[in-house]
């Protein structure tokens, strides 16, 4: 069997770099830049300062915006990080590339952007948050590990040149940072991913948190001081990560990497919070990016381009003088980044699978399948499975969703969240909303005469991608 993955690794490999040629640029003949793509864990827009929330103090990101490109509308694949981080690693949607369990590992004949990178001359490595990309989560029963080490499933040790995972703790995630650095040969740019678990729960950074009475909730979300003292958590969480990446420049400055790095932040999936993490709602997959590349970006540049976490990798290469593969399915985002800013993408495309290794029950419901389309102002979403009723990923237990659930029994929710899924027993099949008009999501047009080809219009995007991309779920036509 080793043989067997041995061979079609070889094979998928070749056939894949045979497509990337190295770009005739004076960049590629001089110095090649090195390249730090950081991933904070279940983190949605606008929480950082830069993006003008309130409350988030986050000076080292709004540093790093102010000095490069700030994306406003940036979003995921899916919401959730398994599938997420494999769209964000390859440039190519899940769909495409078969991650739509969360258990998966990516497939062995799947390329990603740092073996491409690997094969031209860069010293490459991924380290902290990474254990799931090869299905190896911390809660895997032992049959499950069992069929994946018997099939040799476990790959991104061979795919990168350094490859740890950290105890989910800040100073453990900046010490294998550092080690990368210090194992970077001198005479070769480097690539490294590193994955930060902040700001996801369990929330453990109350040292770093707001007073919760000082917050301003968002209209999203009902105001109960249980739920301020979670968003607290929350945001102490994002403001610890802000501490670790004004770490992580300060090293680069010390090393004197600083003008010849690239950095890229951005977040894997939306935030765990009401109608967040495990929804196509805008906290489920809007998410924050910022580019940062002295000399070659403009200080303070901002866009409200649509933009795809498939974009990653295409633009990664393209700022190594490097060709995406025919296969990816985003697009270089260096255009942008030197002042282009023409629209890259009409739609926007996400898909919500399972989460976990869970099925429904009657405490929760992690289980889900769902589609979404989105263009600069409309976003519809599909949900097949309207029939199961809403509960949020990771907190469904905690102390402020099981208070609103009571409230809710007593009838002292205020109306607003009543046409919206916290609350209901059932979803519509469709969701059609006017983010312009309707940001928080609240009025479903779904059925409005006004609104019948718009909805017409992205059912039929919709249709034709999942067909094309050989969805498991029947399409919105028959």
Not at 262 to 269: A, H, L, P, R, Y
Not at 288 to 310: C, F, H, N, R, Y
Not at 438 to 464: C, H, S, T, W
Request: charged share 25%; with cysteine; net charge negative.
């Amino acid at each position: 069997m080793k043989t067997i993955f041995e061979m079609n690794r070889k094979r998928l490999l070749t056939c894949g770099l045979a497509a990337v040629t190295a770009a005739v640029s004076a960049q590629q003949q001089t110095v090649r830049p090195n390249i730090l793509l950081v991933l904070s864990d279940d983190h949605s827009a606008p929480y950082l300062g830069c993006y003008g929330h309130p409350d988030l103090k986050t000076p080292h990101l709004d540093a790093m915006a102010a000095d490069g490109i700030m994306f406003s509308r940036a979003y995921v694949s899916c919401p959730q990080s398994v599938p997420s981080r494999a769209t964000i690693l390859t440039g190519r949607n899940v769909l495409d590339i078969d991650m739509l369990n969360f258990a998966s590992a990516l497939d062995r004949e799947v390329v990603t952007g740092p073996e491409i990178l690997r094969e031209q001359g860069y010293f490459t490595g991924l380290c902290g948050r990474i254990y799931h990309l090869d299905g190896m989560g911390p809660m895997m029963s032992p049959e499950r590990r069992e069929v994946i080490e018997e099939y040799g499933l476990i790959t991104f040790p061979d795919r990168v040149d350094y490859c740890k995972v950290a105890v989910e703790t800040p100073d453990k995630i900046l010490e294998q940072f550092e080690e990368f650095l210090d194992l970077a040969p001198k005479d070769k740019p480097f690539f490294l991913q590193t994955n930060f678990s902040d700001p996801h729960r369990v929330f453990t950074a109350p040292d770093f948190a707001p007073d919760p009475s000082t917050l301003h909730v968002p209209p999203t979300m009902p105001d109960t001081k249980l739920l301020r003292e979670d968003l607290a958590q929350h945001y102490g969480e994002i403001q610890r990560l802000d501490w670790s990446m004004g770490e992580i420049f300060k090293s680069l400055k010390k090393r004197g990497l600083d003008k010849n790095t690239i950095v890229i932040f951005i977040g894997d999936n939306g935030a765990a919070l009401l109608r967040g993490k495990g929804t196509l709602y805008d906290l489920g997959i809007h998410v924050p990016l910022i580019i940062k590349w002295p000399g070659v970006i403009k200080p303070g540049s901002k866009t409200d381009m649509l933009v795809s976490a498939e974009d990653i990798v295409p633009t990664i290469l393209d700022a190594a003088g490097l060709n995406k593969t025919k296969e990816m399915t985003g697009k270089s985002l260096l255009p942008a980044c030197k002042g282009d800013l023409s629209p890259l993408h009409e739609y926007i495309f996400a898909v919500r699978g399972p989460h976990g290794s869970n099925l429904p029950n009657k405490s929760m419901n992690p289980f889900d399948l769902g589609r979404v389309v989105l263009d600069k102002k409309y976003k519809l979403i599909y949900n097949p499975l309207y029939y199961l009723y809403y509960s949020p990923i990771d907190c469904f237990k905690d102390p402020f969703w099981l208070e609103l659930v009571q409230l809710n029994k007593e009838g002292k929710i205020d109306p607003v969240f009543k046409k919206t899924i916290l609350f209901s027993q059932e979803r519509p099949m469709f969701e059609l909303f006017d983010t312009e008009a309707d940001p928080g999501e609240f009025n479903n047009l779904i059925g409005n005469p006004a609104y019948e080809q718009v909805e017409y219009r992205l059912k039929k995007e919709l249709n034709e991608w999942m067909i094309v991309y050989r969805d498991v779920i029947p399409t919105p036509f028959r």
